[in-house]
């Protein structure tokens, strides 16, 4: 079995700044695309940061502000959020494709982690 655990999320003010992990464990025999997606209240889910065989790309409405990085002995990706705004709010899902024993690659996804952002 594999596992996607994410810590961190909760209220912040605007402007504020937070950090999101999200760790993998289990029966991994290699970790690809690592990432995180976001849904907001009546809202469809949408990508925030992905990161790529070394690249890494945002979404335009969090670009320059958020930064996604991945320690591969760690088998752990973060999401440093910085000058957040209340349009930011949302669950935050982290993201994993995962090699199994067999080779092919298995997508899996976090628990969710609530951001909000008020004053």
């Known amino acids: 079995q594999v596992q996607l655990v994410e810590s961190g999320g909760g209220l912040v003010q605007p402007g504020e700044s937070q950090t999101l992990s999200c760790a993998v464990s289990?029966?991994?025999?290699?970790?690809?695309?690592m990432g995180w997606y976001r849904q907001a209240p009546g809202k469809e889910r949408e990508l925030v940061a992905i990161?790529?065989?070394?690249?890494?790309n945002y979404a335009s409405s969090v670009k320059g502000r958020f930064t996604i990085s991945r320690d591969n002995a760690k088998n752990t990706v973060y999401l440093q959020m910085n000058s957040l705004k209340p349009e930011d709010t949302a669950v935050y899902y982290c993201?994993?494709?995962?090699?199994?024993?067999?080779?092919?690659?298995?997508?899996?996804w976090g628990q969710g982690a609530q951001v909000t952002v008020s004053s």
């Open positions: 993201y994993a494709d995962v090699r199994t024993a067999r080779g092919n690659t298995i997508p899996h």
């Open positions: 289990g029966s991994i025999f290699g970790v690809g695309d």
């Open positions: 990161t790529s065989g070394g690249s890494t």
